[in-house]
């Protein structure tokens, strides 16, 4: 089994304040996937990566893929409290497992932004 | 936008109890996935289809079959539910390189 090691685990923070959270793995990705996830609701995909070095913004959020392509980190500016919940980072590791979707999740970051 | 529907947000069963999940999509992908989700351990995958009546090992399969008759469809059988098999149970399609869930099983097994 591949191993996708998130880190903060949780993360308790005040509107505005800025946040990384990173994603690590001993294995080279194929791609990779950020995903939010809320309570009660499935996880929804916010941006794949391919390429080494590459680098993808969405609004606040900050994407980066590591040269190696062994790490991701997630960047958000002036945190919102819409932006709480469970972020994810998924990878597939051969171009078979991309073939068949077949991602591997870490654990998470659990965020939290107060008002 | 991709539609994958879960046929219960929640379930409570009996130990020894055979569960089915039910799981449809309306978007024609081929492969289809069930993953669990808990605390501390992320998503990890059960089982998974790429096509009619094809099934793969995931991580997990333990205790868990899969039926998929139909290609939007994609059933999860708990032969005899026991109570490590509570957990949050998420369906998803995928394409290219992304995986599209429904909204999530709650289930309790008593």
């Known amino acids: 089994t591949q191993l996708l090691e998130q880190s903060p685990q949780f993360l308790s923070i005040q509107e505005g304040e800025n946040l990384t959270v990173y994603c690590n793995s001993s294995?080279?990705?194929?791609?990779l996937q950020w995903y939010r996830q809320e309570p009660g609701e499935g996880p929804v995909l916010l941006v794949t990566?391919?390429?080494?070095?590459e680098v993808k913004k969405l609004k606040r959020l900050t994407f980066q893929f590591g040269d190696a392509r062994k790490d991701s980190s997630l960047h958000i500016t002036a945190a919102q409290p819409g932006d709480t919940g469970l972020y994810l980072c998924?990878?597939?590791?051969?171009?078979?497992?991309?073939?068949?979707?077949?991602?591997?999740f870490g654990s998470g970051t659990k965020l939290n932004v107060k008002p | 936008d991709v539609k994958v529907t879960q046929s219960s947000r929640y379930l409570v069963k009996r130990t020894g109890e055979k569960v089915f999940l039910e799981c449809v999509q309306d978007?024609?992908?081929?492969?289809m996935f069930w993953y669990r989700q808990d605390p501390g351990l992320g998503l990890r995958l059960i089982y998974f289809?790429?096509?009619?009546?094809?099934?793969e090992k995931g991580d997990i399969p333990e205790g868990y079959s899969v039926s998929r008759e139909k290609k939007e469809r994609f059933s999860l059988i708990l032969e005899s539910a026991s109570t490590n098999q509570t957990s949050m149970y998420l369906c998803?399609?995928?394409?290219?390189?992304?995986?599209?869930f429904g909204q999530g099983t709650r289930l309790t097994v008593v």
């Open positions: 289809s790429y096509d009619v009546k094809m099934k």
């Open positions: 998803a399609t995928g394409r290219g390189t992304e995986a599209f």
């Open positions: 998924a990878g597939a590791f051969s171009p078979q497992d991309w073939d068949f979707n077949k991602f591997y």
């Open positions: 978007m024609d992908h081929e492969n």
């Open positions: 294995s080279v990705f194929s791609s």
């Open positions: 990566v391919v390429t080494g070095g």
